[in-house]
């Protein structure tokens, strides 16, 4: 094991603690004008009752906070209550499985036919969603979990009255029309995505239901004004393997990459008549955004040649060694639904992933992608990116800060200033965990001079194991 390795490993394990907002040791000056909370979200036990979880989508969920205020920090973290953990803790054993991990003990076909009418352990561990004021905890493999916004505390399950389980990590806002949309992927009978709006006035829909012809992952997807796009890549699950106790999901999976990849184009003014297409087979975890441009749909992913390499580098990051070496890149694909064609052009020449752009550049037109990238090829073979970077799509520009080798950043969220001008007028902020003091916290940076490096950190006093998406909600006015 590398040095480099054994610096985010030592994160893999359980929070020691959990507890409300508590204030924060700051090094540098937190900006006034920086007010709000930032929440994040990722796994908080990395074993549950002496059962290890072997991927880390598997973690029983934790969100954590930082709320900022008049120069102050103050974080907050709190294992989000599922019913499948405190089911597992009544029983006083492990008794689910997830996504890289098997369910302990030998074939339960009661188990079995309970995953059948209600699905599996929704562990909550992957992404957060701020609407309304509200806040919820989300894992595609079940509804989302709300999160008093204060204490952190779970308040559970909730479906907005519209939503069938399960309910994707990945939402995308149309800034022009305030509306969020999402989607689940139904495994079974049917095999469907059913596509959701959550309106501006508080209410959920369901807007369509797009059948699939087989058992499948779709991880995000990617939202305009006009239309969603999805990208079914050539994988295969065999559900019964699954079902039967034979094999974790990931391990049921099959790439197929003579197959290709298929487009799915949802016009929201008809969206029971998608246009489906095919290409040459790639897969992709996260979308940054998308827009329309004359006559085109434009669309920023993280491009990566093959799910099994992607799926055995993300295992990596909880196993005892590395399993895999990053292939992601930054690409832009420009869909031309009459035509049922798609052009490919790499964006950069780095590996890297979470692409994020600004608030207010949701399904427009963006000048920027904020992104965490592999500063070399021996850290895209040892794990997480080390290198929070701003890239300028139309000068290929590229503004960024690497962390210390002893430090391991997240997912990096632009925050606007109050009153700011473009989305460079603001701050980065990303949880960074630390090893060699043992211990997490946030780091912000001058989203305009990225290379200068951190100018405010707000230290908890112990450690949070890496996670995975966050969302900003900015203090009331």
């Given at each position: ?11 893999m394990t ?6 409300g907002?508590?204030?924060l ?20 036990l ?11 989508f ?7 906070a930082?709320?900022f ?8 973290a709190?294992?989000?209550q ?16 997830a ?11 009661w188990?079995t036919?309970?995953f ?6 929704n562990?909550?561990n ?7 004021r509200?806040?919820f ?10 999160i ?22 990945h ?30 006035n ?9 059948p699939?012809?087989?058992p499948?992952m779709?991880?995000d997807f990617?939202v305009?004004?006009r ?8 994988l295969e ?18 790439w ?16 029971a008549?998608?246009i489906?297409?095919?290409v040459d087979?790639?897969?992709?975890w996260h979308?940054?955004?998308a ?21 055995a ?15 992601g ?13 798609m ?16 608030p ?9 992608v904020y992104q ?8 895209a073979?040892?794990g ?17 800060h ?5 430090e ?22 990303a ?25 405010a ?9 890496l996670?995975?998406h966050?969302?900003?909600s900015?203090?009331?006015?």
């Open positions: 094991m590398t040095a480099m390795a054994a610096t985010y490993l030592r994160a359980d929070v020691p603690r959990e507890h907002f508590e204030p040791r700051v090094e540098g000056r937190v900006p006034a004008e920086l007010a709000g909370t930032l929440y994040r979200n990722g796994p908080g990395l074993a549950v009752l002496g059962h290890r979880y072997r991927h880390w598997d973690g029983d969920g934790l969100v954590s930082v709320r205020a008049g120069g102050r920090a103050h974080g907050a709190r294992l989000v599922s019913r499948g953990l405190a089911e597992e803790r009544a029983r006083g054993r492990a008794y689910f499985g996504f890289g991990t098997k369910a302990p003990g030998p074939w339960n076909p188990r036919l309970r059948l009418r209600e699905g599996g352990k562990p909550a992957t992404a957060i969603l701020e609407w309304q509200r806040v905890a989300l894992c595609e493999v079940g509804l989302p979990t709300e008093e916004p204060d204490t952190l505390e779970t308040l559970g399950e909730v479906d907005l009255g519209a939503i069938v389980r399960p309910f994707s990590a939402p995308h806002r149309v800034d022009e029309t305030g509306y969020v949309y999402n989607f689940g992927i139904r495994l079974g009978r049917p095999n469907a995505i059913d596509l959701y709006a959550l309106r501006p508080g209410t959920a829909g369901k807007v369509a239901q797009i699939l012809p087989g499948t779709i991880h990617a305009t004004p239309h969603a796009v999805f990208f079914r890549g050539p699950i065999d559900l019964l393997r699954v079902l039967l106790g034979r094999s974790t999901y990931v391990d049921s999976m099959t197929r990459p003579e197959l290709g990849t298929e487009v799915i184009v949802v016009p929201f003014d008809a969206p008549s998608p489906r297409f095919t087979a790639f897969w992709t979308t940054a955004n827009f329309e441009q004359d006559g085109e749909i434009v669309v920023d992913v993280v491009h990566h040649r093959d799910f099994r390499r992607s799926a580098w993300l295992a990596g990051v909880i196993e005892a060694a590395p399993v895999g070496e990053a292939d890149v930054l690409h832009r694909l420009r869909i031309d639904p009459a035509r049922r064609t052009r490919v052009e790499p964006l950069r020449d780095r590996t890297g992933e979470f692409p994020r752009v600004a207010q550049e949701d399904s427009r037109d963006h000048e920027v965490g990238e592999h500063s070399s090829r021996e850290v073979r040892t997480p990116p080390d290198t929070l970077v701003r890239i300028e799509l139309k000068t290929g520009a590229v503004d960024g690497t962390f210390e080798s002893h391991t950043p997240s997912e990096g969220v632009f925050v606007p200033r109050p009153g700011g001008q473009g989305p460079r007028d603001g701050w980065v902020v949880q960074v965990y630390d090893a060699r003091a043992h211990a997490s916290g946030w780091a912000v940076l001058d989203a305009a001079h990225m290379n200068d490096g951190p100018i950190r707000a230290w908890l006093d112990h450690h949070v194991p996670g995975f966050g969302a900003w900015p203090a009331a006015r």
